[in-house]
């Protein structure tokens, strides 16, 4: 979702003025609690995030795992746990609970410091980059706090590099743990392999973050219907999240539908599956780290920031004079966040050009499984 840091950043005097007042504040506080630093060699990583972002952290925090080896705890939310034990060895878990912050999500509360302060940590890397890790980490007695965050935070670091406006967001969390360490970052630019099931479904997720970043839940639904006469097809909701009456109308179509309840639930069905096709959302990303060949429908975003690596990832955008310019994640409504009078990226994307484009990418497939 867009960020508040996001909407103030528009405004040249708003973020002038939150830079003036907060910095000294920050740096203050920085100072005084330093002061009672412990003895203590633990890593802590806090990453904070929906599940799309937390798949794009996973190669920067293999980095600090590849550095320091051992005495790694990642503060997270709970969905985010599930997501890195997946891949991640050797680290310890720390979550927090969504109820544990106020304020729409963006104010840690004392338990949720006070979980960070019971690890003791020597060095913190902040990938979350914003409010919710800001007021989590500014009074921490850590020695060292690397990462990347607005400029009005900056004084909470040791070591700050600025949130990196270019693409891949991979790269952002790579930037926020160069900071204070080297690290490779051409470790993730072959994908993380491929993992084809022939004999699992093709599975199909209509939705995504928000409404603007969906195409059109009827023409996934026909794409389905087309799809399931020459594949075995699956369209894979959150469990009673569609109404009845649609659920009838896929049923009538004799189109497969899974639901599920949690994200366990979700990554297991991922995992048997063949082949992911959905919008730019975080559990076509979880397919893409699962090794599952992906196929993305975009509208207002810019591929360019979160497109899967490997030659089995797919995607199809419909480019007009109101998209995202090149190094701009959102198109200027904050990918119709802020209102948009048309949608015309996913209104005009049609369905001939999917289904010929999703066509062409399983050939591939085919061809590939075949050699």
């Known amino acids: 979702m867009i ?23 920050f740096y203050l506080i920085r100072i005084f609690v330093k002061l009672n630093t412990k003895k203590s060699e633990n890593i802590v990583v806090v990453s904070l995030h929906r599940l799309g972002d937390t798949v794009f952290t996973i190669p920067a925090i293999q980095e600090i795992i590849r550095t320091y080896k051992k005495n790694i705890y990642i503060i997270c939310f709970p969905e985010s746990k599930i997501i890195y034990t997946e891949v991640l060895t050797g680290v310890n878990y720390v979550v927090l609970e969504k109820a544990e912050y106020f304020l729409n999500g963006r104010l840690a509360s004392r338990v949720a410091r006070k979980k960070l302060r019971n690890i003791h940590p020597k060095i913190i890397f902040d990938l979350t980059a914003s409010v919710v890790s800001a007021f989590l980490i500014f009074n921490s007695r850590a020695k060292t706090i690397a990462g990347s965050n607005d400029e009005h935070y900056r004084a909470i670091y040791t070591h700050f590099n600025p949130v990196r406006k270019k693409p891949h967001l991979i790269e952002r969390y790579f930037d926020a743990v160069s900071s204070y360490v080297e690290i490779n970052r051409n470790s993730w630019n072959k994908g993380y392999g491929l993992d084809f099931n022939k004999d699992g479904v093709i599975l199909i997720h209509p939705f995504g973050g928000w409404d603007a970043k969906m195409w059109s839940l009827k023409k ?32 009538f179509e004799k189109i497969k539908v899974i639901e599920t309840k949690t994200v366990s639930e979700l990554i297991n069905q991922i995992k048997e599956c063949s082949v992911f096709i959905g919008n730019d959302s975080g559990p076509l990303y979880m397919a893409d780290l699962l090794g599952k060949p992906t196929f993305t429908v975009y509208g207002p975003t810019n591929p360019a920031f ?18 995202p310019e090149q190094n701009k994640q959102y198109c200027f409504t904050g990918a119709g966040v802020f209102g948009c009078p048309a949608f015309q990226c996913m209104n005009l994307l049609s369905f001939n050009s999917v289904y010929s484009d999703i066509i062409s990418s399983l050939e591939q497939l085919r061809t590939h499984r075949h050699n």
Not at 306 to 323: D, R, Y
């Open 306 to 323: 979160s497109l899967p690596m490997g030659e089995h990832n797919k995607f199809i955008k419909n480019k007009l004079a109101c998209s």
């Open 220 to 251: 996934f639904i026909q794409l389905a219907k087309i799809l399931n006469n020459e594949f075995k097809i699956a369209i894979i909701i959150p469990d009673k999240y569609l109404p009845m009456d649609i659920l009838n109308e896929i049923n």
């Open 3 to 25: 960020k508040f840091s996001e909407i103030v950043n528009n405004y040249p005097f708003a973020r002038k003025t939150m830079n003036s007042f907060a910095f000294p504040v």
